[in-house]
C-alpha cells in the first residue's frame, strides 16, 4: 500500500513536472534513442520555513513511507534551508525552504498574502494536489524577482517539483557529465554557467549540472505571462573510501543549482 502511494506521488510527480518543463521529454527522447537507461538521482521540492508548510513537515509525507531524514544544508546568502532524504530504491529528496523571517516586510506580506489562501488543516499530500491556491500580480512577482528569485518561482509555480535528476553513473555512453554536458549543448540545450557549467568536483564525491529553466506561461492576477518554469539536473556520484557511493549534496554547489530558475542575464 505504501509503496502505491509513493509510485503514485512520483508518477503524478514527473506528469506535472513534464508539463511546462519540454526539455525533459526531448532530453529522455535523445537519450533513449541512444540506446541509455534514465534513472532518477533526486527530485527537489521547495517550501517557506512557516508552520504546516516547512521543509521537516514536507519531509514527514516521504519519512512516512520508509524514507530517512539525511543531510542538511544552509544557503545564507540566498536565505535558504534544505534536507535531503533516502530510501533504498527511490530518489532521494531534496527538500529546501524560504527563510520567511529573513526576508524583508514587503516580501513578507507579499508571501504571506498568498500562503494564507491555503485552507486550514490542508495536509502535504493535499498540496502536492494543490500546488497552488493562489495567484499573484505580475507587479509583485517581479518585485519578489529583484528579492529572492527563489521566492518568485515558488510565487509562480507553488508546490510543484522543482527538478528531477538524471543519474550519469547509469548512463552507458554519456557516463560522466563532461560527455553528458557536450551531447546536450551540441542539441542546443542551454546550460546553467553559475559557478561553472560542473558544480563540484570528484573530490568532492559530487559533481552536478543543469540546464537553464524553461519558460511556461503563468496565469497572473492581470494577465498571463511567460516566466521561467522547471529545469532538469544532471548528477554524477562518486564512490566514498567505504566502497560505497556518495549519496549527499554539496551546499556550494546547489547554491549554483538554484539559479537555472533565474531570468537570464540578471
Ligand atoms: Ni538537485
Redesign the pocket.
Known amino acids: 500500500m505504501k509503496h502505491q502511494e509513493l509510485n503514485n506521488y512520483f508518477e503524478t510527480a514527473f506528469k506535472k513536472y513534464c508539463e511546462n518543463t519540454p526539455s525533459v521529454l526531448k532530453i529522455n527522447q535523445f537519450l533513449t534513442n541512444a540506446g541509455e537507461e534514465i534513472i532518477n538521482d ?1 527530485i ?1 521540492l521547495r517550501t517557506f520555513k512557516t508552520k504546516g508548510l516547512s521543509a521537516l513537515e514536507m519531509g514527514e509525507f516521504f519519512t512516512a513511507q520508509g524514507y530517512e531524514q539525511k543531510g542538511e544544508y544552509d544557503f545564507p546568502q540566498k536565505k535558504l534551508k534544505a534536507y535531503h532524504f533516502e530510501k533504498k530504491g527511490y530518489p532521494k529528496v ?1 527538500i529546501s525552504e524560504l527563510l520567511l523571517d529573513k526576508m524583508n516586510e514587503r516580501t513578507k506580506n507579499i508571501l504571506e498574502t498568498l500562503l494564507s489562501t491555503i485552507p486550514e488543516k490542508t495536509s502535504i499530500s493535499e498540496l502536492f494536489k494543490l500546488e497552488k491556491t493562489w495567484k499573484i500580480s505580475f507587479e509583485d512577482y517581479e518585485y519578489l524577482s529583484s528579492q529572492t528569485e527563489y521566492g518568485a518561482w515558488l510565487a509562480a509555480w507553488g508546490f510543484r517539483p522543482n ?1 528531477f ?1 538524471i543519474l550519469v553513473n547509469k548512463l552507458n555512453h554519456y557516463s560522466n557529465l563532461e560527455k553528458l554536458n557536450e551531447f546536450l549543448k551540441e542539441k542546443g540545450f542551454l546550460l546553467n554557467q553559475s559557478g561553472g557549467e560542473i558544480k563540484g568536483s570528484s573530490e568532492q564525491l559530487l559533481q ?1 549540472s543543469s540546464i537553464m529553466a524553461d519558460r511556461s506561461m503563468v496565469e497572473f492576477k492581470d494577465g498571463i505571462k511567460e516566466v521561467p518554469s522547471c529545469y532538469y ?1 544532471f548528477a554524477e556520484r562518486f564512490f566514498k573510501e567505504d566502497g560505497q557511493l556518495y549519496e549527499g549534496f554539496i551546499a556550494a554547489s ?1 547554491d549554483k ?1 538554484f539559479e537555472s530558475t533565474n531570468e537570464l542575464g540578471k
Open positions: 533526486h527537489a531534496f527538478h535528476t552536478q539536473e546547489a543549482i
